[in-house]
Protein backbone atom coordinates (compact mmCIF):
# COMPACT_ATOMS: atom_id res chain seq x y z
CA UNK A 1 0.00 0.00 0.00
CA UNK A 2 1.90 2.59 -1.44
CA UNK A 3 -0.33 5.67 -1.11
CA UNK A 4 1.38 8.95 -2.15
CA UNK A 5 4.82 8.80 -3.14
CA UNK A 6 7.14 11.70 -3.16
CA UNK A 7 10.39 12.20 -4.19
CA UNK A 8 12.60 13.03 -3.58
CA UNK A 9 13.04 13.23 0.42
CA UNK A 10 15.40 15.52 0.58
CA UNK A 11 17.11 18.13 -1.39
CA UNK A 12 19.59 20.95 -1.07
CA UNK A 13 19.54 23.73 -4.09
CA UNK A 14 21.47 26.69 -4.68
CA UNK A 15 20.04 30.14 -5.20
CA UNK A 16 19.00 30.04 -9.55
CA UNK A 17 19.17 26.48 -9.79
CA UNK A 18 15.91 24.51 -10.77
CA UNK A 19 14.38 21.17 -9.98
CA UNK A 20 10.97 19.15 -9.68
CA UNK A 21 9.41 17.63 -7.43
CA UNK A 22 7.80 14.46 -8.29
CA UNK A 23 4.20 12.97 -6.14
CA UNK A 24 2.63 9.92 -7.10
CA UNK A 25 -0.41 8.33 -6.02
CA UNK A 26 -2.02 4.79 -6.32
CA UNK A 27 -5.53 5.38 -5.10
CA UNK A 28 -6.98 6.39 -8.19
CA UNK A 29 -7.82 9.61 -6.79
CA UNK A 30 -8.91 12.77 -9.08
CA UNK A 31 -7.87 15.32 -7.25
CA UNK A 32 -3.80 15.90 -6.02
CA UNK A 33 -2.39 18.95 -4.54
CA UNK A 34 1.35 20.78 -3.17
CA UNK A 35 1.20 22.57 0.03
CA UNK A 36 4.42 24.14 1.43
CA UNK A 37 5.04 23.65 5.29
CA UNK A 38 6.79 26.73 7.39
CA UNK A 39 7.57 27.13 11.67
CA UNK A 40 4.45 28.64 12.86
CA UNK A 41 2.72 28.84 9.40
CA UNK A 42 1.01 25.61 9.39
CA UNK A 43 0.48 24.40 5.61
CA UNK A 44 -0.62 26.58 3.27
CA UNK A 45 -1.68 25.82 -0.57
CA UNK A 46 0.77 26.33 -3.17
CA UNK A 47 -1.09 24.91 -6.49
CA UNK A 48 -3.96 22.15 -6.89
CA UNK A 49 -5.23 19.77 -9.63
CA UNK A 50 -8.85 19.08 -9.66
CA UNK A 51 -8.91 16.24 -12.37
CA UNK A 52 -6.41 15.18 -14.84
CA UNK A 53 -5.32 17.99 -17.52
CA UNK A 54 -6.02 20.77 -14.91
CA UNK A 55 -4.44 22.95 -12.52
CA UNK A 56 -5.20 25.95 -10.18
CA UNK A 57 -3.34 28.04 -7.85
CA UNK A 58 -3.64 27.86 -4.13
CA UNK A 59 -2.22 30.41 -1.85
CA UNK A 60 1.51 31.04 -2.17
CA UNK A 61 1.51 29.91 -6.14
CA UNK A 62 4.85 32.35 -7.08
CA UNK A 63 7.74 31.12 -8.22
CA UNK A 64 6.28 27.49 -8.55
CA UNK A 65 4.44 25.85 -11.58
CA UNK A 66 3.00 22.36 -11.76
CA UNK A 67 1.97 19.83 -13.70
CA UNK A 68 -0.70 17.20 -13.88
CA UNK A 69 0.77 14.80 -15.95
CA UNK A 70 -1.95 11.81 -15.85
CA UNK A 71 -4.52 10.91 -13.39
CA UNK A 72 -1.44 9.16 -10.53
CA UNK A 73 1.16 12.40 -11.10
CA UNK A 74 1.63 15.85 -10.00
CA UNK A 75 4.79 17.60 -10.00
CA UNK A 76 6.08 21.00 -8.56
CA UNK A 77 8.74 22.62 -10.28
CA UNK A 78 10.83 25.38 -8.91
CA UNK A 79 12.35 27.18 -12.18
CA UNK A 80 14.86 29.51 -10.01
CA UNK A 81 15.04 28.48 -6.46
CA UNK A 82 15.17 31.26 -4.12
CA UNK A 83 15.78 31.18 -0.21
CA UNK A 84 12.43 31.93 0.90
CA UNK A 85 11.27 28.63 -0.57
CA UNK A 86 13.65 26.70 1.82
CA UNK A 87 10.28 24.41 2.84
CA UNK A 88 9.03 21.35 3.67
CA UNK A 89 6.91 20.44 0.52
CA UNK A 90 3.94 17.47 0.68
CA UNK A 91 2.02 16.12 -1.58
CA UNK A 92 -1.54 15.22 -1.27
CA UNK A 93 -4.72 13.43 -3.07
CA UNK A 94 -8.22 12.76 -2.40
CA UNK A 95 -11.37 11.44 -4.03
CA UNK A 96 -13.81 13.22 -3.82
CA UNK A 97 -14.74 17.05 -2.05
CA UNK A 98 -15.61 16.27 1.25
CA UNK A 99 -13.06 13.26 2.27
CA UNK A 100 -9.82 13.28 3.78
CA UNK A 101 -6.77 13.86 2.34
CA UNK A 102 -3.75 11.68 1.95
CA UNK A 103 -0.69 13.31 2.49
CA UNK A 104 3.20 11.77 1.02
CA UNK A 105 5.37 12.13 3.76
CA UNK A 106 7.21 14.95 2.60
CA UNK A 107 10.17 16.61 0.76
CA UNK A 108 12.86 18.69 2.94
CA UNK A 109 14.20 21.28 0.44
CA UNK A 110 16.84 23.73 1.56
CA UNK A 111 17.86 26.71 -0.85
CA UNK A 112 21.37 28.12 -0.23
CA UNK B 1 -12.94 32.59 2.54
CA UNK B 2 -12.94 29.99 5.41
CA UNK B 3 -10.27 29.86 8.12
CA UNK B 4 -9.14 28.38 11.11
CA UNK B 5 -7.71 28.99 14.23
CA UNK B 6 -5.66 27.07 16.71
CA UNK B 7 -5.37 28.88 20.54
CA UNK B 8 -1.91 27.95 21.31
CA UNK B 9 0.81 27.03 19.31
CA UNK B 10 1.81 24.70 22.05
CA UNK B 11 0.08 22.67 24.74
CA UNK B 12 1.88 20.86 27.92
CA UNK B 13 -0.07 18.12 29.60
CA UNK B 14 0.66 15.72 32.37
CA UNK B 15 0.41 12.03 31.23
CA UNK B 16 -2.25 10.84 31.82
CA UNK B 17 -4.22 14.07 32.17
CA UNK B 18 -7.33 15.79 29.23
CA UNK B 19 -6.14 17.09 26.21
CA UNK B 20 -7.50 19.72 24.64
CA UNK B 21 -6.72 21.44 21.70
CA UNK B 22 -8.14 24.27 20.58
CA UNK B 23 -9.67 25.04 17.02
CA UNK B 24 -12.05 28.34 16.06
CA UNK B 25 -13.45 28.33 12.46
CA UNK B 26 -14.21 31.16 10.27
CA UNK B 27 -16.94 30.50 7.34
CA UNK B 28 -20.24 32.07 6.21
CA UNK B 29 -21.68 28.16 5.96
CA UNK B 30 -21.10 24.94 8.07
CA UNK B 31 -17.94 24.08 6.63
CA UNK B 32 -16.27 20.13 6.53
CA UNK B 33 -13.56 20.02 9.35
CA UNK B 34 -10.77 18.25 10.14
CA UNK B 35 -7.89 17.39 12.66
CA UNK B 36 -4.64 16.09 11.11
CA UNK B 37 -1.66 14.60 13.40
CA UNK B 38 1.66 15.12 12.39
CA UNK B 39 4.35 12.81 14.11
CA UNK B 40 8.20 14.02 13.49
CA UNK B 41 9.85 13.65 10.25
CA UNK B 42 6.39 12.21 8.80
CA UNK B 43 3.19 13.60 6.61
CA UNK B 44 -0.31 14.52 8.18
CA UNK B 45 -2.75 11.58 9.01
CA UNK B 46 -6.46 12.30 9.90
CA UNK B 47 -7.28 12.16 13.24
CA UNK B 48 -11.00 12.66 12.00
CA UNK B 49 -13.52 14.85 10.44
CA UNK B 50 -16.79 16.65 10.57
CA UNK B 51 -19.41 16.37 7.59
CA UNK B 52 -23.01 17.50 9.48
CA UNK B 53 -23.42 13.64 10.32
CA UNK B 54 -23.01 14.09 14.06
CA UNK B 55 -21.97 16.79 16.90
CA UNK B 56 -19.84 14.67 18.06
CA UNK B 57 -16.98 12.82 16.48
CA UNK B 58 -15.24 9.88 17.84
CA UNK B 59 -11.62 9.09 15.76
CA UNK B 60 -8.39 6.98 16.01
CA UNK B 61 -6.27 7.06 19.09
CA UNK B 62 -9.56 8.21 21.93
CA UNK B 63 -9.97 11.42 20.13
CA UNK B 64 -12.50 13.01 19.86
CA UNK B 65 -13.68 16.37 18.97
CA UNK B 66 -17.87 18.26 19.27
CA UNK B 67 -18.75 20.54 16.66
CA UNK B 68 -20.56 23.52 18.26
CA UNK B 69 -22.00 26.04 15.55
CA UNK B 70 -22.94 28.42 18.60
CA UNK B 71 -19.29 29.08 19.04
CA UNK B 72 -18.14 28.47 15.55
CA UNK B 73 -15.55 25.48 17.24
CA UNK B 74 -14.41 22.33 16.79
CA UNK B 75 -12.52 21.62 19.76
CA UNK B 76 -10.03 18.07 20.22
CA UNK B 77 -10.02 16.52 22.87
CA UNK B 78 -8.75 12.66 24.91
CA UNK B 79 -9.69 11.87 28.34
CA UNK B 80 -6.26 10.66 29.18
CA UNK B 81 -2.56 11.71 27.49
CA UNK B 82 0.11 8.87 26.89
CA UNK B 83 3.45 9.58 25.98
CA UNK B 84 2.39 8.42 22.46
CA UNK B 85 0.23 11.62 21.75
CA UNK B 86 3.60 13.74 21.59
CA UNK B 87 2.83 15.46 18.16
CA UNK B 88 1.93 18.35 16.18
CA UNK B 89 -1.95 18.45 15.40
CA UNK B 90 -3.64 20.87 12.95
CA UNK B 91 -6.92 22.06 12.64
CA UNK B 92 -8.44 22.20 9.03
CA UNK B 93 -11.48 23.35 7.11
CA UNK B 94 -13.17 22.98 3.79
CA UNK B 95 -16.35 23.99 2.27
CA UNK B 96 -19.48 22.00 2.25
CA UNK B 97 -20.27 23.88 -1.06
CA UNK B 98 -18.13 21.96 -3.31
CA UNK B 99 -14.85 22.77 -4.74
CA UNK B 100 -11.40 20.81 -5.04
CA UNK B 101 -9.44 23.85 -3.68
CA UNK B 102 -8.11 21.33 -0.80
CA UNK B 103 -8.23 22.19 3.37
CA UNK B 104 -7.16 25.79 4.32
CA UNK B 105 -5.23 24.36 7.54
CA UNK B 106 -4.43 26.04 10.84
CA UNK B 107 -1.02 26.49 11.96
CA UNK B 108 -0.81 24.07 14.72
CA UNK B 109 -0.73 23.19 18.28
CA UNK B 110 2.49 21.35 19.27
CA UNK B 111 1.35 18.71 21.87
CA UNK B 112 3.76 18.03 24.72
CA UNK B 113 3.31 15.15 27.33
CA UNK B 114 5.22 15.20 30.54
CA UNK B 115 5.83 12.06 32.03
Known amino acids: NAGVTQTPKFQVLKTGQSMTLQCAQD?????MYWYRQDPGMGLRLIYY???????DKGEVPNGYNVSRLNKREFSLRLESAAPSQTSVYFC???????????FGSGTQLSVL | AQSVTQLGSHVSVSEGALVLLRCNYS??????LFWYVQYPNQGLQLLLK??????LVKGINGFEAEFKKSETSFHLTKPSAHMSDAAEYFC?????????????FGKGTHLIIQP
Open chain 1, 92 to 102: ASGRQINEKLF
Open chain 1, 27 to 31: MNHNS
Open chain 1, 49 to 55: SASEGTT
Open chain 2, 27 to 32: SSVPPY
Open chain 2, 50 to 55: YTSAAT
Open chain 2, 92 to 104: AVRPSGGGADGLT
